[in-house]
Nanobody
């Protein structure tokens, strides 16, 4: 098990930016693929972005491409989600999650692969 703690959420106007951080509790952080998910009120949780163990493979949901960037810092056991050009429809609770995967270059997008979850951080974008 790895403990995950998100931070960086908040309120911003449309067009603004936020950077979410997710700190992992274990040095074995490098053995986990990492993902960011979000859940808006009344909607199912959806994947936002994922990054492989090695950090060389990233996945983005189409609506986030070009606006969001996922990255990881193995020395700080932290994964980031830089969010630019935010829209009101980006309003949601954002969750960080970790998936143990054997392959170093796989950015898994299957929610079922993620066994470790953070508590979530609220992002609110006003128009």
């Amino acid at each position: 098990q790895v403990q995950l703690v998100e931070s960086g959420g908040g309120s911003v106007q449309a067009g603004g930016s936020l950077r979410l951080s997710c700190a992992a509790s274990k040095r074995t952080f490098v053995t986990y693929a990492m993902g960011w998910f979000r859940q808006a009120p009344g909607k199912e949780r959806e994947i936002v972005a994922a990054i492989s163990r090695s950090g060389d493979t990233m996945y983005y949901t189409d609506s986030m491409k070009g606006r969001f960037t996922i990255s990881r810092d193995k020395d700080k056991n932290t994964v980031y989600l830089q969010m630019n050009s935010l829209k009101p429809e980006d309003t949601a609770v954002y969750y960080c999650a970790a998936a143990w995967v054997a392959q170093t270059s796989v950015a898994t997008t299957s929610e079922g692969d993620y066994a470790n979850w953070g508590q979530g951080t609220q992002v609110t974008v006003s128009s």
